[in-house]
């Protein structure tokens, strides 16, 4: 008896050691961790990511989402398991495999915000939170295409990567703009999470297109530094990811102070926050949600999309959640912007003294410079050439004053609506409207995004509620309120989630056997 009990004790452990094949289609950030607690190493997940990109990025469907892929990731992998072997979890996102939108600075990684003109531009140093999610045990899997400059809301075409990037759930569509790329990565689970900015819409519109959660903070909660600017008073960058837990765990990791952004002075107070405490599937008994009919009823917007709409928020309601329908922001029609106030900043001040701080790194130096180049995409040449007639109007210019003016006129507005009808938030479709067709720009596009979260500052999150044609194309409900009120949204959007589970992976992107 005792040699039969000492047979097996030898036994035991080898048969532990033996990990079952891991899926990393529609992975998590837990399951990841689960797996690797249980024998799955660093090196063999990214080995199953790197083997997705190249069966569907430029194969197979040709999601055409990755610029560049990091050549390094597979010694980091192994050094990242090595470091656990010695002492566990290197941080909360130990091993995530990161896809980072290309206006991100990535040390010793091409990044070129989209263009030909910044082909093999290395920064010295990441983006902060580029910077932040390594610190917590991220990998940088890949950089993702991008709108170029980040202008446009509608597409994802550069010059710096032939083709347009195509939406993994319906191949002849578009991604929406300009994380196009990361979304569509993300989405066709090329990578665990991803990074995208949001200067008008480029957070939330992708993540509606191909059903993600994605975070748009309050300004300043999370640092522009290292992001190529569109438009520094509305710039923010942050997650994107399948579910909207993963979301909060990499939100969490961002945000914070940053002396190279100083709008992020105004967060100090809210930096102790737990943003995933709130994963709550009963988060949202007792909260007030708000319909917010201004931002998305149009003569054209689709009517498929507002009965999804309209069956969302239902299930808020069946979800705990009391709901004001209409939510009305009263006294917009009535706030102006002077016209003859001039811009206040924008892309020509801002990129322009972006590249002067970079010296002779970058290959361009000016707008004047890029024009001068030619290396762009030829649909951009007339807001490139706008940009460049404009005035370079500085922070303490008459146009800057007005816009604050303006900006602070609209805040106190939704405040004030959100105090009269006493509500945690409000809810409406993150576009009006399917995604277009590949090359159309005549239909109606139904972005709903570019208003309320750009103007104001306040957090908007989109989740996945539901799909049109047939159950084939992703539509999404942006949660939107007030000021560092990202912990509830977080909270509304993961019960919303939990309740109804809209999210599934594209067709177009199977497993691989």
């Known amino acids: ?40 190493t660093c090196r063999a997940l990214v080995g199953l990511y790197l083997k997705r990109i190249e069966a569907y990025d430029k194969n197979g469907p040709a999601i055409n989402s990755i610029v560049i892929v990091n050549p390094d990731v597979e010694k980091q992998a192994e050094e990242l398991d090595r470091r656990f072997a010695q002492s566990g979890m290197t941080g909360p996102l130990h091993c995530v495999p990161v896809i980072v939108k290309d206006n991100f600075e990535t040390a010793g990684l091409q ?25 917590a045990g ?20 550069n010059s710096i990567l032939p083709g347009y990037t195509r939406n993994p759930y319906a191949l002849e569509r578009v991604t929406a703009g300009s994380s196009g790329g990361t979304a569509a990565a993300v989405a066709a689970s090329l990578g665990l999470v991803g990074l995208g900015s949001d200067t008008g819409n480029s957070i939330r519109g992708p993540s509606s297109h191909q059903a993600l959660a994605g975070i748009r903070s309050t300004m300043g909660l999370t640092s522009r530094a290292g992001v190529f600017p569109l438009n520094l008073s509305a710039d923010i960058a942050g997650p994107m990811a399948r579910t909207v837990e993963d979301a909060a765990k990499v939100f969490q990791v961002i945000v914070g102070e940053d002396a190279k952004d100083a709008v992020t002075a105004a967060a100090r107070a809210h930096l102790t926050q737990d943003y995933t405490a709130g994963l709550d599937r009963n988060g949202l008994k007792g909260a007030v949600i708000g319909v917010l009919r201004q931002a998305y009823e149009r003569e054209t917007t689709d009517p498929e999309i507002v009965r999804i709409f309209m069956a969302a928020v239902e299930d808020l309601r069946r979800a705990g959640a009391t709901i004001v329908d209409p939510a009305t922001v009263e006294g917009l029609a009535e706030i102006r912007r002077p016209r003859d106030a001039g811009p206040c900043m924008g892309f020509k001040y801002d990129i322009n003294q972006f590249l002067a701080a970079r010296g002779e790194r970058v290959p361009v130096k000016s707008l004047t410079e890029i024009i001068k180049s030619g290396k762009f995409h030829p649909s951009v040449q007339a807001r490139l050439d706008g940009a460049e007639k404009g005035a370079e109007n500085g922070p303490d210019s008459p146009g800057c004053v007005a816009d604050r003016e303006y900006r602070q006129k609209v805040r106190d507005a939704v405040e004030k609506t959100m105090a009269r009808l006493k509500l945690d938030a409000f809810v409406y479709p993150t576009w009006s409207n399917v995604p277009r067709l590949i090359g159309d720009l005549n239909t109606p596009a139904g972005d709903n995004s570019q208003f309320y979260s750009p103007t104001t500052g306040f957090p908007a999150i989109n989740v ?32 919303y989630e939990q309740a ?9 992107t199977p497993p691989l056997r």
Request: proline share 6%; with cysteine.
């Open 1 to 40: 008896m005792i040699r039969w009990i000492t047979c097996v004790l030898l036994v035991m452990p080898l048969a532990a050691q033996k990990v079952a094949p891991f899926e990393v289609t529609e992975a998590t950030i837990a399951q990841v961790h689960d797996a690797m607690k249980a024998g799955l």
């Open 111 to 135: 990044t070129t915000d989209g263009a030909l003109a910044f082909s093999g531009y290395l920064p010295a140093q990441d983006a902060f939170q580029v910077k932040r999610v390594k610190e």
């Open 138 to 157: 991220a990998l940088v899997l890949a950089k993702s295409n991008m709108a170029e400059w980040a202008f446009s809301p509608y597409e994802t075409v």
């Open 464 to 495: 996945p509620m539901g799909y049109s044609r047939g159950g084939t194309l992703p539509a999404g409900m942006t949660i939107y309120g007030r000021a560092w009120s990202e912990a509830s949204l977080i909270k509304f959007a993961y019960a």
């Open 500 to 508: 109804t589970r809209h999210r599934r992976a594209p067709v177009s």
